[in-house]
């Protein structure tokens, strides 16, 4: 099997991402991702592309991610991981779909407007 890089994106996080053939290294920005994601539902997200399509231990995956919170640069590496993986083999495509794990989630927080207090919220009205 040859090397593959895909990105995935999430809210304003950024995961770009290398697969080779290996034995199941996940490394995120140079450390393991058991480390950089410390909880279990972090980890899971990490890791569920690779859990439906049966190949947890057959990649070695290197990740640089940026931006957004932890949560949406666990949700980018989970994008770009099935991005990867049917990139290598299309089969996998349909259960990764069925999973919702294929689609961009493109929701992004709404600007600030001018004369607001936030995107939609007014400032406090004072009759007196």
């Given at each position: 099997m040859s090397t593959t890089n895909t990105s995935g994106r999430?809210?304003?996080?950024?995961?770009?991402?290398?697969?080779?053939?290996?034995n199941g290294d996940?490394?995120?920005n140079g450390k393991d991702y058991k480390e950089y994601f410390p909880t279990l539902p972090l980890q899971y997200i990490v890791t569920q592309s690779l859990l439906v399509a049966e190949s947890l231990a057959?990649?070695?995956?290197k990740v640089n991610v940026q931006g957004g919170g932890v949560k949406g640069q666990a949700e980018a590496?989970?994008?770009?991981?099935?991005?990867?993986?049917?990139?290598?083999d299309p089969e996998v495509k349909p259960a990764l779909r069925a999973?919702?794990?294929?689609t961009r989630d493109d929701r992004?927080?709404?600007?600030?407007?001018?004369?607001?207090r936030k995107a939609r919220r007014r400032f406090q009205f004072s009759k007196r």
């Open positions: 999430r809210k304003t996080a950024v995961a770009r991402i290398y697969l080779a053939a290996g996940i490394t995120v057959n990649f070695d995956i590496v989970r994008l770009a991981i099935a991005k990867a993986l049917v990139e290598l999973k919702g794990l294929m992004m927080v709404e600007r600030k407007k001018p004369g607001r």
